[in-house]
């Protein structure tokens, strides 16, 4: 057997690399995208911008608003009165929650004049703040 071993690991890839033909360099992508948009027709532009004003408009999402967590305290009958409105709504065919029927009262009483807005604040009873003690639940 007559196999030569090179005598270092470097001469051993030295002689790998000059056997191995390397490979043929090719044109960059962008050189090859860019010539075929020099001899493009120009009836192709028109075409493009004609089918972009056909598409419909995007409309863009709205921003979210920020959602706050609260708590309440309602006297009994009110909180009764919610309960009416949400079997009304259903009754209709509205599936309701108790904050939407809370913030569309907001929404109204928004749309009061002052004096109608006085009227309303004084019919509301006055409520403690804060949680009941346990002896008076």
Not at 18 to 27: H, R, S
Not at 48 to 63: I, Y
Not at 88 to 112: P, S
Request: glycine share 4%.
């Amino acid at each position: 057997m007559n196999t030569t071993k090179p005598k270092s690991k470097n001469s051993a890839i030295e002689s790998i690399e000059t056997e191995t033909p390397l490979p043929a360099k090719k044109a960059p992508k962008k050189q090859a995208a860019a010539k075929s948009a020099e001899f493009a027709e120009p009836e192709s532009n028109v075409k493009k911008a004609e089918s972009e004003a056909k598409k419909p408009l995007k409309k863009k999402k709205a921003a979210k608003s920020k959602v706050i967590r609260d708590s309440f305290s309602f006297p009994e009958e009110d909180y009764q009165k919610i309960s009416e409105l949400k079997k009304t709504c259903l009754t209709a065919g509205v599936h309701v929650k108790k904050g939407e029927i809370l913030r569309a009262g907001l929404h109204l009483l928004t749309k009061l004049d002052i004096d109608g807005l006085k009227q309303a604040v004084e019919q509301v009873e006055k409520v403690k703040t804060g949680r009941p003690n346990a002896s008076e639940s």
